[in-house]
């Protein structure tokens, strides 16, 4: 099949479709079995990331299990600090570990000479998805955003109050900018570089856009993410891209009143009704069961994904999760979940 003919791509595109495609971010992941068996012969996290064959295969497991709509490589988006010759690794039961960057002469040690040569396993699971992937579903690339990949890069892994990178980025803004530039320049070269190894749609995960005041919103998280579109688009003018700047509240309406994405992802919190009036006519949506309804399954489960469905699921829509899926949540309720979305009509 064509990509445009994809259900994704098409939802993308703005058409109404009789039911919206489904994919779930985090979809392949520690609540699968065969997952952990793949991730127990791979060794450490990265060492899965940069395995294309294994990377491949923990991608298509899901596929295979549920019949998603899409596909979405494995891989980290921490993988381009990496590149950029940052030190990351992850801890058992600890998450991201970086050495963090503390001032102008630690951006400046980073470097563009080996990124795609460090990445280039990435592009050849690309290609390896491709190749293994059922001729309708479609295959999803993606990157962080620069505030959430800075944010790891400065507060040197997850963080609770945010309090590095911001007196960082509002005491000294042009300092600042300079990580954010380089990392705008590396992403859109990176997701340039899925495109070109089979990715026919791309996600950008702003997971932590919502820590930010709303001038440093619109500064730190729709600035940059639009400066990488605009980029990509130069190149690749047909590539539908998703925006998911999390937890952003009202700032949602900044991202869909002056769009340069196809795509918004939402976050559970955003009401329903309100997404339908302000957002959805102006471009396609995707969202929002909340990732613990997926662990509680059930009538609580089936309710509120059929409330979802009766609001957004007219279209232009995608159905998904406010974020990724947790590691306890049992895969019988993903299936319930996937069997009531692909039997949905509108
Ligand atoms: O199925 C998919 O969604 C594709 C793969 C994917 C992973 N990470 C695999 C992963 C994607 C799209 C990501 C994105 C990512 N990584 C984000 C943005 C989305 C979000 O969740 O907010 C962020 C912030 C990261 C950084 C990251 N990676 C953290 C904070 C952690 C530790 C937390 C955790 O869940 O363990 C990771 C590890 C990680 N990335 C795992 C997976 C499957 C778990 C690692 C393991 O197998 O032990």
Not at 40 to 63: M, R, Y
Request: aromatic fraction near 10%; charge should be neutral; proline fraction near 6%.
């Amino acid at each position: 099949m064509k990509t445009a003919d994809k259900l994704l791509v098409r939802a993308l595109r703005g058409e109404t479709l009789k039911r919206p495609p489904i994919w779930l971010m985090r979809q392949a992941g520690r609540y699968l079995p065969e997952y952990r068996a793949t991730r127990a012969k791979a060794g450490a996290f990265l060492d899965l990331c940069f395995n294309p064959e294994l990377a491949t295969e923990v991608t298509l497991q899901p596929i295979r299990r549920f019949g998603f709509d899409a596909a979405i490589l494995f891989s980290d988006i921490l993988v381009v600090p990496h590149a950029l010759g940052q030190n990351v690794r992850f801890e058992e039961g600890r998450g991201p570990v970086l050495d963090p960057l503390v001032d102008d002469e630690a951006i400046n040690r980073l470097a563009m000479d080996q990124f795609h040569q460090r990445l280039k396993a990435v592009y050849a699971t690309i290609g390896g998805i491709r190749a293994g992937l059922p001729a309708e579903t479609a295959l999803i690339g993606f990157a962080g955003a620069p505030w959430t990949v800075a944010s790891y890069m400065i507060e040197g892994g997850s963080s609770r109050d945010f309090a590095k990178i911001k007196s960082w980025a509002y005491g000294r803004p042009d300092s600042f900018q300079r990580l954010i530039n380089l990392l705008v320049e590396a992403t859109a070269q990176y997701l340039n570089a899925q495109i070109e190894a089979g990715a026919e749609v791309l996600q950008l995960f702003d997971s932590w856009a919502g820590s930010l005041d709303h001038a440093g919103l619109l500064r730190w998280s729709y600035q940059p993410m639009k400066a990488i579109v605009d980029r990509v688009r130069m190149s690749h003018p047909d590539v539908p891209v998703i925006v998911f700047p999390r937890a952003c509240g009202a700032g949602y309406l900044d991202f869909a009143r002056q769009p340069f994405m196809h795509g918004l992802s939402l976050d559970s919190g955003v009401p329903l009704d309100w997404a339908f009036t302000q957002l959805q006519g102006r471009l396609a949506l995707q969202g929002n069961l909340d990732p613990q309804l997926l662990v509680t399954g059930g009538d609580a489960m089936r309710n509120a994904a059929t409330r979802i469905l009766e609001t957004l699921g007219r279209g232009p829509f995608i159905f998904n999760l406010g974020h990724g899926i947790v590691p306890e949540t049992p895969p019988e309720h993903v299936g319930a979940l996937v069997d009531l979305v692909q039997g949905w009509q509108s």
